[in-house]
């Protein structure tokens, strides 16, 4: 299993993993401002569907005015991320459980954004990863990270 801090640093670990339940988000907070890479939280308590995702997505991430709110717009401003120069870029998503329950379809479509956004900055040899955090069991394929 990859830690916490090899995701951080390891271009090549670039990825979707979940962090262990027991890391408070303060916790992993901390340990992600340790490292050189710029950080966003989305918290998922009260996502439920893509136009709520994308509304958090674009905040937590400072999306530039143009953004689409769609699909597309949200995979391109991922890859982009321009206006956020960092040598990494870190995204916590705590709690996805609502989205997943409530739009699974949408949910699906965010992992596979935020997989090929993951690969994009692998190759790029940009560290990117995006933590899940509370995930209820729903993302078992998801690799967990040691702490």
């Known amino acids: ?6 995701v951080l640093t ?5 990825g979707i993993y979940r962090v262990p339940a027991r890391l408070s988000v303060a916790a992993v907070t901390r340990r992600i401002a ?16 893509k136009a709520m995702f994308l509304r958090a997505a674009a905040a937590a991430l400072a999306f530039p005015p143009y953004f689409g709110r769609n699909w597309d717009a949200f995979a391109d401003c991922l890859t982009d991320l321009s206006w956020l120069p960092a040598p990494g870029h870190a995204i916590l998503y705590d709690n996805p459980a609502p989205l997943i329950r409530q739009s699974p379809q949408d949910w699906v ?39």
């Open 1 to 6: 299993m990859p830690t916490l801090h090899r």
């Open 10 to 14: 390891d271009p090549a670990a670039a």
């Open 34 to 49: 340790s490292t050189d890479v710029r950080f966003a939280s989305l918290s998922g308590n009260v996502i439920t569907d």
């Open 109 to 147: 479509t965010a992992v596979e954004i935020f997989g090929a956004a993951a690969e994009r900055w692998r190759v790029a040899g940009v560290p990117f990863v995006v933590l899940l955090r509370r995930t209820a069991g729903l993302t078992p394929t998801i690799p967990l990270l040691e702490e």
